[in-house]
């Protein structure tokens, strides 16, 4: 009789790694913007580089943009692509910046199979940059929760203009 230990550990583990098909291989995607992980790392902070290139997330709560509130707008760390306006910012209470809609043309998503559930990821459309996830649980008039890791965004506020 197989060993009640052996098979939950067997278990587990088809359950762990039979969900890496829902993640494609990010190798095989071509970005405007490629460099080696040693370019990277020269010009990102270890954090950023975590987050961007290895698909981390930060802890709650740790971002100095999830209290930003000025007009302007948030882009990538990468390569500064304008990714979402803060007038599509919102508080979810989930510490992380989340907002309701990316700019035009700024953002791509992929399947996310990690964690053992199906989620969508957000990346940078120009660098590949890992963003954060996209959830259906965001206010009007998109229903849409883009939850960002603070770390991979940076921003630029709003300039005054001359009268």
């Known amino acids: ?19 890496r098909w829902l993640q494609p291989a990010r190798a095989t ?3 405007e913007i490629e460099k080696t992980p040693e370019e990277w790392k020269q010009q990102l902070t270890p954090m950023q580089f975590h ?13 100095p943009l999830l209290k930003e509130h000025r007009k302007g707008t948030f882009a990538c760390a990468g ?3 304008p990714l979402f306006s803060s007038e ?7 510490g992380w910046p989340s907002f309701w809609q990316p700019l035009a043309n700024a953002v791509g998503e992929r ?17 590949g940059g890992h963003l954060g996830h996209v959830f259906d649980d965001g206010p009007k008039p998109t229903g849409l929760r883009y939850c960002m890791d603070g770390f991979a965004l940076v ?3 709003e300039t005054a203009k001359p009268s």
Request: hydrophobic letters at 35%; glycine letters at 8%.
């Open 1 to 19: 009789m197989i060993d009640r230990r052996i098979l939950l550990a067997s278990v587990a583990m088809a359950a762990l790694f039979g969900f």
């Open 29 to 31: 995607e071509k970005f």
């Open 51 to 63: 987050i961007l290139r290895e698909e981390g997330t930060e802890r709650p709560y740790s971002s």
């Open 79 to 81: 390569c500064d692509l």
């Open 88 to 94: 599509t910012k919102f508080d979810s209470g989930t």
């Open 111 to 127: 399947k996310d199979g990690s964690l053992g559930m199906t989620r969508t990821e957000i990346h940078c459309r120009r660098c």
């Open 155 to 157: 921003f630029h506020p």
